[in-house]
DNA sequence: GCTTTAATAGTAATAGTTACTGATAGCAAA
DNA sequence: TTTGCTATCAGTAACTATTACTATTAAAGC
């Protein structure tokens, strides 16, 4: 794998968010570094980071895959009125499948969905 | 919401698979029974029946939608040599976020990935 | 510097899903 | 039962996120 500035501004780009940010996302703000990057080496080199474990993809109930600079195992949550995406911590921590279970475990994504407490307080939580 | 027999008959597919079908594979198993069926109605219904809390939609790390009959919360794990999608039980049951969250829980996804013991077994497993 | 070839910009193509349109049929009231 | 309203349907076009293609560019080793 060449060490190609478009790649490392990809992969800064996703270092210094913490919102947990889509392909189109990582595209505008790497072209205010660098305004001629395309969208197509964006989402190369994205697929790539997280292939090689650089970088994470995590999957939410939106159409689109996100990105994340944390790379141990952790939960998100998304807020269904806001859309925004945290980390949070699981009750006596992340466990794996019960006993029964004879595979291979190789990854663990948890995703909780609901109303974030800010988007309660400002009482937009709706119906 | 009107009774059709298209709904019906979309309702009556998800609910005899056991094996999380995306789109894709109920509209095939529904034109076995009725053959003019489209495939609109059937993304339509199966987008209805999931808001109306009938049936669960369920979101794989491979880019499609799947369904399942099962409402209650409950763990999948996705084998990624043979892509099949199974229930699985969390050791020690399913937990919500730890303390300091404020929100309003109202889902909760967990899906483990990895290989499943019968790709193990058979060899399959790979690098 | 020169060569090799992975990676790039730009664009076309794909896949899953949703929206649109005229026709159909479920349901309620007459 | 018949009529009217309109949600839903079949068929198709459109849309969105993502991937593939192609000529060109630029890392990295010699």
């Given at each position: 794998?060449?060490?190609?500035?478009?790649?490392?501004?990809?992969?800064?780009?996703?270092?210094?968010?913490?919102?947990?940010?889509?392909?189109?996302?990582?595209?505008?703000?790497?072209r205010?570094?660098?305004?001629?990057?395309?969208?197509?080496?964006?989402?190369?080199?994205?697929?790539?980071?997280a292939?090689?474990?650089?970088?994470?993809?995590?999957?939410?109930?939106?159409?689109?895959?996100?990105?994340?600079?944390?790379?141990?195992?952790?939960?998100?949550?998304?807020?269904?009125?806001?859309?925004?995406?945290?980390?949070?911590?699981?009750?006596?921590?992340?466990?794996?499948?019960?006993?029964?279970?004879?595979?291979?475990?190789?990854?663990t994504?948890?995703?909780?969905?609901?109303?974030?407490?800010?988007?309660?307080?400002c009482?937009?939580?709706?119906?």
């Amino acid at each position: 794998m060449r060490n190609t500035s478009q790649r490392e501004l990809v992969y800064k780009v996703v270092m210094q968010s913490s919102d947990h940010p889509g392909a189109d996302a990582v595209y505008e703000r790497a072209r205010k570094i660098m305004p001629k990057i395309s969208m197509g080496t964006v989402y190369r080199n994205l697929k790539q980071l997280a292939e090689t474990g650089k970088i994470r993809e995590i999957r939410i109930s939106d159409n689109y895959n996100r990105y994340d600079k944390t790379l141990q195992v952790h939960a998100h949550f998304c807020c269904r009125v806001c859309g925004k995406v945290t980390d949070v911590p699981v009750e006596g921590g992340i466990k794996g499948p019960g006993s029964g279970f004879g595979g291979k475990l190789e990854s663990t994504d948890i995703l909780f969905g609901g109303v974030c407490e800010e988007c309660i307080v400002c009482g937009k939580e709706g119906a």
